[in-house]
């Protein structure tokens, strides 16, 4: 299986209308295999709000849309699934309040021991990172790409692969068999826009 985009919102959305904008052009411009909605430090309200205008955007394009950290905002705001870290909510809870139906998937860093326990869990993708340094989160463990080759060569349970990734330096992660890769700044940030960015990275994941 090539490699997937995975995006991710800004960690701040003072303007969700123009983001919905930013975000269907993006969605139109080339595949998304899912969002991630990831506000950190916002009020609830906003965080539903947000959802609730981003929800449909999603899903006329097909696109799941994820909540990070919170099952229970996951449900109120009818999201198709959550991101659970591991200072969060535990898998097992968030599976428990979503049921066998959403998508739930767990950071696990660079471990391979959490990686295993999520997987066998029931984890529907298990994410490692981060690969390069990012300017989303200031502390942050970094991941080695021998994690993703060990990974995709013993588990059939999806990795997604996140951290600092762009255009330039994903090929070696693709290489090592992430099935997907989970990107902020290189496309809301990138130069010529969102569209642009995940133009980009189709010519990349194609070539």
């Not at 997937?4 to 975000?23: G, K, M, N, Q, S």
């Not at 994903?170 to 133009?199: H, S, T």
């Amino acid at each position: 299986m090539a490699s997937e985009l995975y995006l991710i919102t800004p960690p701040r959305l003072p303007d969700v209308a123009a983001f919905c904008e930013d975000l269907a052009a993006a969605l139109d411009a080339g595949p998304v295999a899912c969002l991630q909605l990831r506000l950190k430090d916002v009020e609830d309200d906003a965080i539903l709000r947000a959802a609730d205008a981003i929800l449909p955007v999603c899903h006329q394009r097909g696109v799941p849309l994820l909540m990070n950290d919170r099952p229970d905002l996951a449900i109120t705001s009818g999201c198709d699934g959550c991101h659970v870290g591991q200072s969060d909510t535990p898998y097992a809870q968030a599976r428990k309040l979503m049921g066998p139906g959403a998508q739930i998937g767990v950071t696990c860093k660079n471990s391979r021991h959490l990686a295993m326990e999520a997987g066998e869990a029931g984890a529907d993708y298990v994410a490692f990172g981060a690969f390069f340094p990012s300017s989303t989160k200031d502390e942050t463990t970094m991941a080695s790409v021998e994690v993703l080759e060990w990974w995709a060569e013993m588990m059939t349970v999806p990795c997604v692969a996140i951290g600092g990734i762009t255009q330039q330096n994903c090929a070696p992660l693709v290489e090592a068999g992430a099935d997907f890769l989970a990107v902020i700044n290189a496309v809301w940030g990138y130069p010529d826009g969102p569209a642009a960015g995940v133009r980009a990275f189709e010519a990349v994941l194609k070539g």
